[in-house]
């Protein structure tokens, strides 16, 4: 609760990899440029063999810039054996990288992790002077928490369009890791912000109920 409390506050106030890199969002930006729509996608995933049996109609989800003047700060956490883990990113209304960030918080639950990641990224929000930014994160459990008790401003976006914070929370880097720059990035973190700042699509399956 003490966690939650903090982020109402916040709310309230506020060489050759890289040419490999290169070439894999290019062949993926031409590879879905007719892939643009449900249907598509759906004959799409009718060709892989057996998944009309496991899954539903496929839906495609993007990665909205914000709007102008504004950023956007997405956040995710993963737990494991090893610990907590989370990661975070700030973007610009063009899509492009303000920092991004990756942390470790030790024994701790899923939903805490969430919550202590998002009041990371909103710290970092606060120390650059970055206030006037949306906040999406993929854990309708903690957006839940935060409507009920704190009635606090945040929105739910899919796992599959969340894929830069998603990349910053699996990657292997030093404990509070704060980065800057674009290609200081890891490498698939790098290839999913190219791809979000390109609005190409992601393709999420929902298995039928």
């Known amino acids: 609760m003490c966690v939650l409390l903090s982020l109402s506050w916040f709310c309230g106030s506020s060489g050759r990899l890289g040419i490999m ?13 007719s892939l643009k729509s449900a249907a598509s996608w759906s004959r799409c995933a009718k060709r892989v063999p057996g998944s009309s049996k496991r899954l539903s109609r496929p839906q495609v989800v993007t990665w909205v810039k914000p709007p102008q003047g504004r950023c956007k700060l997405n956040t995710d956490a993963s737990v494991s054996s090893s610990g907590a883990i ?19 918080f030790g024994d701790q639950d899923v939903l805490m992790a969430e919550a202590l990641t998002l009041l990371e990224g909103l710290m970092l929000c606060r120390q650059g002077n970055h206030r006037t930014c949306q906040i999406e994160v993929d854990s ?5 928490a935060m409507v009920a008790a704190l009635d606090a401003s945040i929105a739910h976006i899919f796992r599959e369009a969340n894929s830069v914070a998603d990349a910053l929370t699996s990657s292997k880097l030093p404990s509070n890791a704060v980065l800057a720059s674009e290609a200081s990035l890891p490498p698939r973190a790098r290839t999913a912000l190219q791809l979000d700042r390109l609005q190409v699509p992601h393709v999420r399956f929902r298995r039928p109920r």
């Open 21 to 33: 890199h290169d070439l894999r969002v290019r062949l993926y930006r031409r590879a879905t440029s």
């Open 86 to 104: 989370g990661g975070g990113i700030l973007r610009s209304a063009e899509g492009d990288l303000v920092f991004a960030f990756y942390k470790e």
């Open 140 to 144: 309708r459990v903690l957006i839940k």
